[in-house]
């Protein structure tokens, strides 16, 4: 059995490319690189990779980490600058024994002489919106923080291993030095190829009071379906923080066990895309349900179209 499953409807290009590995016998760790790549790739995905949206002084920090499930090895970096491929960077980080997780300077510069692939991350778009949103907010009172949208994906080979990866440029106008969820291990993601892995996206900041995916890695370890458990991390925790804290930013999880089935769970609404062997490449739009539940349904072509137009829109 194999299978794969990511957050957001950018990331279903990656899924495509991936089940291709995954059918071939790739490694699960070979098919989580490659669709993350494609989401860090394309310049118009606003919150990751190139075309990501800078933070407050206009620069363009990412995050990202990769854990293999047969092994617990995780690899990560925040804060990375000028790098094409932040995933590719954490996968080679999680083979280190002692400094695998890297930020800022030591990130970049591990990449650089490592030899990855140097790129300016900032589009000319990215810089557009950027400066639009300086200026809104000298205007009004605008919050800043806006788009946080993480490509989190959860892969299964055909030898049953696991990994799990995360990939973002975080929280647009976020200030220098902000690390989000993504690269750390048990909020961003988890993987344990015995049981099955779990991926966020979201307000970082709310990810990381609840250990989620972590959460939903251990309830499934008890025996719950990765649905059932998306469900009773995602919404307690929701509730709880809105109880605790006084509100709960938007979260979206997303899980697949080591049989290859799936599940999801979200407070606002969120697309996700996975293929296994069994069910073929898809989009899938997920709400939250009126009992702690998710309702999931088939992504529309008018969705789809509304989409397409808004990412391409002129700034
Ligand atoms: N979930 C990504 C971030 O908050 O940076």
Not at 36 to 62: A, Q, T, W
Not at 139 to 148: C, E, F, Q, R
Not at 205 to 221: A, F, H
Not at 248 to 273: D, R
Request: aromatic share 8%; glycine share 10%; proline share 3%.
């Amino acid at each position: 059995m194999w299978g794969i499953i990511a957050t957001w409807r950018m990331a279903h290009d990656g899924i495509l490319a991936a089940k291709r590995l995954l059918e071939e016998k790739s490694t699960c760790g070979d098919a989580v690189e490659t669709a993350i790549k494609c989401v860090e790739d394309y310049p118009f995905y606003k919150s990751v990779g190139y075309g990501g949206l800078p933070n407050e002084r206009g620069i363009v920090e990412m995050d990202a980490a990769f854990m293999d499930g047969d092994t617990f090895k995780i690899g990560a970096v925040a804060g990375i600058v000028d790098i094409a491929n932040p995933i590719a960077v954490a996968r080679r980080l999680s083979e280190e024994k002692f400094n695998s997780f890297r930020v800022g300077q030591g990130a970049t510069e591990f990449a650089m002489l490592a030899g990855f692939e140097r790129k300016n991350m900032l589009t000319e778009r990215a810089k557009k919106i950027w400066q639009k949103r300086l200026d809104e907010m000298a205007k009004t009172n605008l919050s800043p923080y806006d788009g946080h949208d993480t490509v989190g994906v959860v892969a299964l080979d055909k030898s049953q291993s696991m990994a799990a990866g995360t990939s973002s440029s975080g929280l647009f106008m976020k200030k220098q030095g902000r690390v989000g969820d993504s690269p750390l291990s048990g909020s961003g993601f988890y993987v344990d190829s015995k049981i099955g892995g779990a991926a966020a996206t979201g307000l970082g900041e709310d990810l990381m009071k609840g250990c989620l995916s972590y959460e939903i890695v251990r309830l499934m370890g008890e025996g719950l379906s990765p649905q059932a458990a998306c469900d009773q991390a995602v919404y307690r925790f929701s509730d709880t923080l809105k109880e605790r804290y006084g509100k709960a930013g938007a979260f979206s999880l997303i899980a697949m066990n080591n049989e290859g089935e799936w599940g999801v769970a979200t407070n606002v609404e969120f697309t996700f895309s996975l293929a296994t062997e069994k069910e073929q490449p898809a989009i899938y739009l997920a709400n939250p349900g009126p009992e702690q539940n998710t309702i999931i349904e088939p992504i529309t072509k008018e969705w789809l179209d509304a989409y397409e137009k808004r990412i391409k829109a002129p700034v």
